[in-house]
């Protein structure tokens, strides 16, 4: 059976101990939320209380950014790569 796999990037690891992971999910929501089962110390890293992304947190599914940053509503694909890294910003 393919499942979702979830990346962390490299920069994340330094903050947060976060392996790649294999999870089932059709929706951001629902990929997010088995990660944090077996990953529970992400979920205050990546969400907030109300479990919306972090203004911090940038999440791609595949080449595309999640647009749905409070509802986590956007369709994750069976085959799809979901990316989960810290937004940088400076100059």
């Given at each position: 059976m393919v499942v979702p796999?979830?990346?962390?990037?490299?920069?994340?690891?330094?903050?947060?101990?976060?392996?790649?992971?294999?999870?089932?999910?059709?929706?951001?929501?629902e990929v997010l939320q088995?990660?944090?089962?077996?990953?529970?110390?992400?979920?205050?890293?990546?969400?907030?209380?109300?479990?919306?992304?972090?203004?911090?947190?940038?999440?791609?599914?595949?080449?595309?950014?999640?647009?749905?940053?409070?509802?986590?509503?956007?369709?994750?694909?069976?085959?799809?790569?979901?990316?989960?890294?810290?937004?940088?910003?400076?100059?």
């Amino acid at each position: 059976m393919v499942v979702p796999r979830v990346v962390f990037t490299p920069n994340l690891r330094r903050h947060v101990a976060c392996p790649d992971l294999r999870v089932e999910g059709t929706s951001l929501l629902e990929v997010l939320q088995a990660a944090f089962e077996q990953q529970p110390q992400l979920r205050g890293y990546i969400v907030d209380d109300q479990f919306a992304l972090r203004k911090h947190i940038a999440v791609f599914i595949g080449s595309r950014p999640a647009l749905d940053r409070t509802g986590l509503s956007d369709e994750v694909a069976s085959d799809a790569e979901v990316y989960v890294m810290q937004a940088l910003s400076g100059g």
